[in-house]
């Protein structure tokens, strides 16, 4: 504010002041910005959780400033635009330039592991398996997975790990487990040597109570 003095005279060498007069002026409207107050910063630009977005602003010479609302994105979007404003203390208002929030709170759906070789008997492999992973993304994609994965040492169960991550940055898991032939069928010559020992056991246990009974 700026104080503007006056006075009058008459013809007779008069004079009275006038009462002081305190002059506001701002013709400059306030500073104004939308921001991401609240949520989970994710890649590339989106959010993963719940944003809240909030209009701030301020002015060096007429004060206080006054704000739009918060405003809130709760649903997925691919971008949704956010307006907002400030005025300050002269009226004048300022609209901040628009913020577009881009929301996905879901990793890549329908994550799986593709092994690729020579399938032998009962899911075993009879040549060096490629496992590559893949999976489906519908807002933030494409979707981003794990790089083939070589396995050429036999193994009696080797596991697998793979991923697929989305532009938001989530990512899903899965795991699989590849068998080694020598061992599975080494374990399936022992099962049926097990099973075929218990029923030759039966088979001689009922026979003797029958060849008893036939005796007496």
Known sequence: GTAVNGSCSNEAGLSANAAPLTIKLDKTG???ALAVMAGTAGSNGWHTSDATVSTTGADAISSPVTCSAAQFQTTETAGTVFNGSCSNDAGLLTN????????DKTPPAGVSLTPTGTLGSNGWYTSDVAVTAAGTETLSGPASCTGAQNLTAETAGTQVNGSCSNEAGLSAKIRGALNDPMMRNSLAIMTSTILTSLLGYVFWLIAARIFSKEVN
């Not at 901040?96 to 929301?103: E, I, Q, S, Y």
Request: glycine share 0%; proline share 18%.
């Open 30 to 32: 306030p500073a104004a």
């Open 96 to 103: 901040a330039a628009p913020l577009t929030v881009k929301l």
